[in-house]
C-alpha cells in the first residue's frame, strides 16, 4: 500500500509543461521528490529504493550512489534503476514489498518528479491487467536524439485505445502516460491535469485526488498498459510545486571540458552529497567542507561525518556576468550560513530568476552542479525561498 | 641579520605582449635592472636568483630563467605563492643575503596571462586556486572570490560601489604617467559606475586588465651597498600571512586576516607603525580590495576607509598616496612580475625618481594579497638604513 508521495516540479516554465533547469537531471529530480516522501524522520525505514527515468545519468553506474547519498539513506540500500515510463512505475508499486521508496522522475520535457513509499497503510494498488505491445511511435538513438513518427490519431487508436480493448477497459476513472487530450478520450469523466507523461505520471495521478473505492487507473507506455484498481484509502502527500515561471535567459560560452579529478570527487562525496561536516576534536566545531586536520575520528580511523542543517540565509553573494568559458552565465554565486551551527556553505543559487540578497533565507538542495568531461558533478545549491523580484 | 638594500630596479611595460614570450621579457627586466645601478652592475655579480613565476607559461621557470638570461653558473629558486608571489621571492632573496649566504642576488617576477586561448586561460588559472572537488566546478572565478569578500563589505561598512569607482578613476588617473602602465587613460566615477557588471560590485573598470610583463630587483648586503650606489633603498622589513584557503572556512569576510599577518611582520622587523608609511602600492586587483586593504594595512580604522577616498587622502598630494604607479588597476597584473614592480615603483618613489612622485617619500609600502584571498605578503621600503 502506498503511505506517502512527495511531488516535485521544477519552476520553469518551457513549451509542455515544466521543464528542468540546466542542475537538475533525473538524479536530483528524484531526490527532491523522494525527501518529500520519506519526510524528516523517516528516511531509516526504507530499504529498498526504485528509481524510474527514461534519462538516467550515469549509465555505467554511479547514480545509485548520489541518489541514496542525496536522499539520506545508508550506503547499503538496495536500488533498482528501472529504465521505464509509467506502466513501469506502476508495475513497481505492484511489486514492491513494504519499506519500499518507488521515484518516477522525467527529467525531459514535461519535467518533474513523484515519489511513494510503499508500506503497512494507505492507498491499495491491486493489479487488474497488463499488456505489452509495440508501437514505437517515438524512440531515441544512442546519443539521445529523439525520433517522433508524428501521428497522433495513430498512437490513440492502434495505441491506449487498442489495448484497452483488447484488455477490456474501454474507459478508466484515472490514466497516466498520455497526453491530455489523449487522456480525455481514455477517461470516463474528467480527466486528471497530470503535469508529466512519464515515469512520475502514475504517481501525480495518485497523489492527485481522492479515489473511490473500485477507481481503475491505467498507466500507458505508448502501446503497453497496465491496469490496476484502486481500494479509495487515505496517501499522505507532499508538494513542493512552486508557481511557473520563465527560465531565466542563459549564454553557454564554448570552452573545453571543464577537467575533473575523479580522485577529489571520490574523497569529498560522502560530505558533499550526504551534506555532512566533520568535528573539530578540540572545539567541537563543526567544519565544513570537512578538514581532516584535528578532526573528530572512529576507531577505524575514518572522519567521523555529521548531518548538516539544510537551511540558512545569504551571508554573501555575487553574480557573474562575463562569459566564463564552458558555463551557462550568468550565474550566482552565495555563501549560505547555515541556521543556528555557525558553519557556512559555497554554493551557485537554483530555482531563481534574479540574484538573491544577503539576508535572504532559503534551503540547500541536491543540484548538478556542473558537467565535467562529460561527468555529472552533484553538489548543494542554495534555493532560495522566495522568487526574488528585480 | 645583515641588513640588504635593493640598488637596482627595472620593469619591462605591462601589457598584453602577444610579440613576446618569457624568454624576451625576462631578459628585459634583467637588463633594464642592470642598467639602473647607478654605478654598472653585470650579471657576473649576480650569485643567486629567485624567480617568481604562478604559470608555467613557457615551460621550466627555473631553467627558462637561467637559460633566458645566461645566468648558468648560480642557482635559480622559482617561487610561486599565489598573487603575493613577488613579494614573497623578495622575501626570500633577503633572507638568503642576510644569512650571508650571497652578497648580490636577483629577484626577479614574471607571467604571461595572455599566452593561452581566452577559452582557456580561466580554467588553467582556476586549477592552481581552487579546491578541485568543492570550488572549482562552481566557476568561482577570480572577480568573484573577491566579489564575495567586498559584497559583504559593503553590506556591514558605510563603503558603496561610488567610493570603488573613486579609487578606480585615482588609480587611472597615477598611470598616466607611467610609461610601463597598461592602461594610460583616465576615467570617470560615472564611466566606473555605468559600466557592465563583470561579477558584482565589479563593473569592468574595477577590475584589474590581464597582464603580461616582468620586473627585476638587485638586492645585495650591506657591506657591499657602496660598490654599486650612494643611494640604497633599504629593505627594512618582509612579511608573509596566510589564511584559510576555502571561503567557507573564513569567519569574517570583511578582512583578510593574511594582510594582517602579513602587515605585522613586516612593520615589526621595519620598527614602523603605519602611520609613518609614505607612499604605499596597494594589492588592487579589484577597486574594492584596495578600500578593504586600507584597513588591513593601518591606514584606517575598521569600517572606515571610505574616508580616506572621500578626502583624497590616498591620491598622490594626499597625506598617504597609494598606488602612484596607477596600481595592478591600471599599470597591469602579470601575477609573477606584480609584487616585484610594485617593488621597482617604491624604489623609484624613494629615489624621486617615479613617474608620479609623491614629494617627500622616504618610507614606502608593497602589499599583495591573493590566491582565493588565503596568502598576503608586505615589504618594507625606505631609503632610510633604520
Known amino acids: 500500500m502506498i503511505t506517502t508521495i512527495g511531488t516535485y516540479l521544477p519552476p520553469w516554465a518551457g513549451r509542455t509543461g515544466r521543464r528542468a533547469g540546466p542542475d537538475e537531471d533525473a538524479v536530483t529530480l528524484a531526490v527532491a521528490a523522494g525527501r518529500l516522501a520519506l519526510g524528516a524522520a523517516t528516511g531509516q525505514v526504507v530499504g529498498r529504493v526504485v528509481l524510474i527515468s527514461r534519462e538516467l545519468p550515469l549509465l555505467e553506474g554511479g547514480n545509485s550512489a548520489a541518489l541514496t547519498a542525496g536522499l539520506g539513506l545508508p550506503r547499503g540500500v538496495r536500488v533498482v534503476e528501472q529504465l521505464g515510463g509509467a506502466a513501469a512505475t506502476l508495475d513497481a508499486l505492484l511489486e514492491s514489498p513494504v519499506a519500499t521508496l518507488v521515484i518516477g522522475a522525467d527529467a525531459g520535457e514535461p519535467a518533474g518528479a513523484a515519489a511513494a513509499v510503499v508500506g503497512a497503510g494507505g492507498l491499495d494498488v491491486r493489479y487488474v491487467s497488463r499488456i505489452n505491445r509495440s508501437l514505437p511511435v517515438r524512440s531515441r538513438d544512442r546519443a539521445g536524439g529523439f525520433h517522433d513518427y508524428e501521428d497522433p490519431r495513430l498512437l490513440r487508436d492502434r495505441g491506449a485505445l487498442a489495448s484497452l480493448a483488447e484488455l477490456g477497459h474501454p474507459k478508466l476513472d484515472v490514466v497516466a502516460g498520455v497526453g491530455g487530450r489523449e487522456a480525455g478520450d481514455l477517461s470516463s469523466g474528467s480527466p486528471l491535469d497530470l503535469p508529466t507523461v512519464g515515469a512520475s505520471s502514475v504517481l501525480f495521478a495518485l497523489a492527485g485526488a481522492a479515489f473511490s473505492p473500485g477507481a481503475v487507473l491505467a498507466a500507458v507506455d505508448q502501446a503497453s498498459v497496465t491496469v490496476v484498481e484502486l481500494d479509495g484509502g487515505h496517501v499522505a502527500v507532499r508538494r513542493d510545486e512552486r508557481a511557473a515561471r520563465p527560465a531565466p535567459p542563459l549564454t553557454l560560452t564554448p570552452g573545453p571540458p571543464i577537467p575533473v579529478s575523479l580522485s577529489a570527487y571520490d574523497r569529498a562525496f560522502r560530505a558533499k552529497l550526504g551534506w555532512r561536516a566533520s568535528t573539530d576534536a578540540d572545539t567541537g566545531e563543526l567544519r565544513f567542507p570537512p578538514r581532516p586536520h584535528g578532526a573528530v575520528r572512529d576507531a577505524a580511523g575514518e572522519v567521523v561525518l555529521v548531518d548538516l542543517p539544510r537551511r540558512g540565509e545569504v551571508y554573501t553573494s555575487s553574480t557573474v556576468n562575463v562569459p566564463v568559458p564552458g558555463k551557462a552565465t550568468p550565474y550566482q554565486l552565495v555563501i549560505v550560513e547555515l541556521d543556528g551551527i555557525g558553519v557556512r556553505a559555497l554554493a551557485s543559487t537554483t530555482g531563481t530568476a534574479a540574484a538573491v540578497a544577503i539576508g535572504a533565507p532559503g534551503e540547500m538542495v541536491l543540484r548538478r552542479i556542473e558537467i565535467r568531461s562529460g561527468i555529472p558533478d552533484y553538489g548543494y545549491a542554495f534555493r532560495p525561498d522566495q522568487e526574488i523580484t528585480v | ?386
Open chain 2, 1 to 386: 641579520m645583515r641588513r640588504c638594500a635593493i640598488v637596482g630596479a627595472g620593469m619591462t611595460r605591462f601589457a598584453e605582449h602577444f610579440d613576446k614570450g618569457m624568454k624576451d621579457l625576462l631578459p628585459e627586466a634583467l637588463d633594464e635592472c642592470l642598467r639602473s645601478v647607478d654605478k654598472g652592475a653585470a650579471k657576473a655579480d649576480i650569485q643567486a636568483a629567485w624567480f617568481g613565476q604562478l604559470q608555467t607559461s613557457d615551460g621550466f621557470p627555473s631553467g627558462v630563467l637561467a637559460d633566458s638570461c645566461d645566468l648558468l653558473d648560480i642557482p635559480v629558486t622559482r617561487v610561486e605563492n599565489a598573487c603575493a608571489t613577488g613579494n614573497d621571492a623578495l622575501r626570500n632573496a633577503v633572507f638568503a643575503v642576510g644569512s650571508g649566504a650571497f652578497d648580490v642576488v636577483l629577484v626577479i617576477g614574471a607571467d604571461k596571462i595572455r599566452e593561452s586561448s581566452a577559452r582557456t586561460t580561466f580554467w588553467e588559472w582556476a586549477g592552481m586556486t581552487r579546491d578541485m572537488a568543492w570550488d572549482y566546478p562552481l566557476g568561482l572565478i577570480a572577480p568573484a572570490n573577491f566579489a564575495l569578500h567586498v559584497q559583504r563589505y559593503l553590506h556591514e561598512s558605510p563603503a558603496t560601489r561610488e567610493h570603488m569607482a573613486m579609487v578606480a578613476v585615482k588609480n587611472h588617473r597615477h598611470a598616466l604617467n607611467n610609461p610601463k602602465a597598461q592602461l594610460r587613460f583616465e576615467i570617470s566615477v560615472e564611466k566606473v559606475l555605468g559600466a557592465p557588471i563583470v561579477a558584482d560590485p565589479f563593473g569592468l573598470y574595477d577590475c584589474t586588465p590581464q597582464s603580461d610583463g616582468a620586473a627585476a630587483l638587485l638586492v645585495v648586503a650591506e657591506d657591499r651597498v657602496d660598490r654599486f650606489t650612494d643611494t640604497p633603498v633599504w629593505v627594512r622589513g618582509v612579511g608573509l600571512g596566510l589564511d584559510r584557503v576555502m571561503h567557507q572556512h573564513k569567519r569574517d569576510m570583511t578582512t583578510f586576516p593574511a594582510t594582517v599577518r602579513a602587515a605585522r611582520q613586516a612593520f615589526t622587523m621595519a620598527g614602523i607603525t603605519p602611520d609613518q608609511v609614505d607612499v604605499a602600492e596597494v594589492h588592487d586587483c579589484f577597486s574594492g580590495v584596495e578600500i578593504m586593504s586600507y584597513e588591513d594595512l593601518g591606514f584606517a580604522d575598521r569600517f572606515q576607509a571610505y574616508r580616506l577616498v572621500e578626502e583624497g587622502a590616498t591620491s598622490v598630494g594626499g597625506r598617504i598616496p597609494v598606488n602612484p604607479s596607477g596600481g595592478l588597476k591600471a599599470k597591469g597584473h602579470p601575477p609573477g612580475a606584480t609584487g616585484v614592480a610594485q617593488c621597482v615603483e617604491i624604489v623609484e618613489q624613494l629615489r624621486g625618481e617615479a613617474a608620479t612622485q609623491v614629494d617627500g617619500a622616504r618610507l614606502g609600502i608593497a602589499h599583495n594579497i591573493g590566491g582565493p584571498t588565503a596568502v598576503s605578503a608586505v615589504s618594507v621600503l625606505s631609503i632610510d638604513k633604520g
